[in-house]
């Protein structure tokens, strides 16, 4: 009898438009078992998906949106984390 | 101003590319015959064997940092009485086929500009697919915690330390990073010496042409695609970081002389 799981895509873009470049990229595969390799660091050159809209083209639905960075005064050139962090899933079905 | 006394010391634009970059390697710093010597040795440890005290058990380690131009280029870095942070013999064991998470070492540094020196010496060659350690260039000035870039999987621009024997890596502390799968029948060795400065890391490089034209492209041009919006505030924050490595405050790389234009 097959069993929904869920894949997991973090995508991160260049800019907060849903079109633009994809620059960073992981997929947590719930659908795999415990035996099987996710994808690992460093594992790939090219990003599954141009940009998000891409992605919600072929099956993949946004269900977090990144909080826009805020710039204090005197912290403005502060840098950290990737700020355009999309988190996306799919529902898959698996045969047990 | 002028740093020359010793001419393994690094260049200016050597120097300007570590700014951008986070890091600079160097081949051939070792000779082979070192190599293959340390390397024998490094076949007794295992990951079973604690790799913090392969420096305090080895004097062929300690003659490869002895080098008179491995000395000169942690010189440009660290000063000539910089103090032992910690090191580590890193070991990744044949046919490994699961890459370490994305960290950076340590925790936060609250250091505006000083930095720790991280030297990188590969005892044999390391190919890509032996793991040889996986750096994202110009990452290294942007605070993060260790492990919370933990979720990151792949980024445009990453890159692989890939070696030929005798080379040494030297990374800025705060460069973002993980060991890599070895997909060979070989086990992987990599020797990491962490290095504090000991004295401030102004000018201590050969200041030759630091304001030089070749040394502004460098910087001008250190735009990271993975930085996306922020690419311009990253390349900022490298133009500040050369600022204060080559000791001259009125430089400025930066993109479209923020620093002069805002009064920095």
Redesign the interface.
């Known amino acids: 009898m097959g069993r929904k799981r869920q894949q997991i895509m ?1 995508l ?4 907060p438009n849903l079109e ?8 947590y595969d719930g659908a795999k078992s415990k035996k099987e ?1 996710q ?7 090219t ?1 599954p998906y141009a940009s998000v809209l891409d992605a919600m083209r072929d099956g993949w639905y946004v269900i977090q949106f990144p909080t826009l960075p805020s710039y204090r005064s005197g912290y403005e ?8 962090e999309y988190i996306l899933e799919r529902k898959v079905t698996v045969h047990e | 101003m002028n740093n020359t006394a010793n001419r393994h010391l690094l260049t200016s634009v050597q120097m300007a590319e570590f700014a951008v970059n986070g890091f600079i390697k160097l081949e051939g710093l070792v000779p082979q015959e070192l190599n293959e010597a340390v390397h024998e040795e490094q076949k007794q440890y295992s990951n079973a064997t604690p790799g913090h005290k392969y420096w305090h058990q080895s004097k062929l380690i300690r003659e490869v940092f002895e080098l008179p131009h491995v000395k000169g280029v942690l010189d440009s870095f660290v000063g000539k009485a910089p103090v032992y942070d910690h090191s580590f013999l890193h070991i990744v064991p044949a046919e490994r086929h699961s890459g370490q998470s994305y960290h950076g070492d340590s925790v936060i540094d609250t250091r505006p500009f000083a930095f720790d020196i991280q030297a990188f010496y590969f005892s044999h060659d390391a190919p890509e697919i032996m793991g040889p350690t996986l750096i994202l260039p110009g990452s290294h000035l942007r605070k993060i915690s260790t492990f919370s870039i933990g979720r990151y999987k792949n980024i445009i621009g990453q890159r692989r330390l890939a070696a030929k024997a005798g080379t040494i890596a030297f990374l800025h502390h705060g460069i973002w990073h993980c060991a890599q799968p070895n997909y060979t029948d070989q086990t992987r060795y990599v020797f990491k010496l962490r290095l504090r400065p000991g004295q401030e890391q102004r000018g201590l490089f050969n200041t030759d042409g630091y304001d030089s034209p070749e040394v502004a492209e460098v910087i001008r041009k250190g735009m990271h695609t993975w930085a996306g919006d922020e690419a311009r505030l990253n390349q900022i924050g490298a133009a500040k970081f050369y600022r204060y490595l080559c000791g001259d405050d009125r430089v400025d790389f930066s993109f479209e002389g923020v620093l002069s234009r805002m009064g920095m």
């Open positions: 973090v991160h873009l260049s800019n633009s470049n994809t620059v960073a990229w992981a997929i390799a994808m690992t660091t460093g594992d790939s050159d990003p050139h502060e840098l950290g984390h990737l700020p355009y």
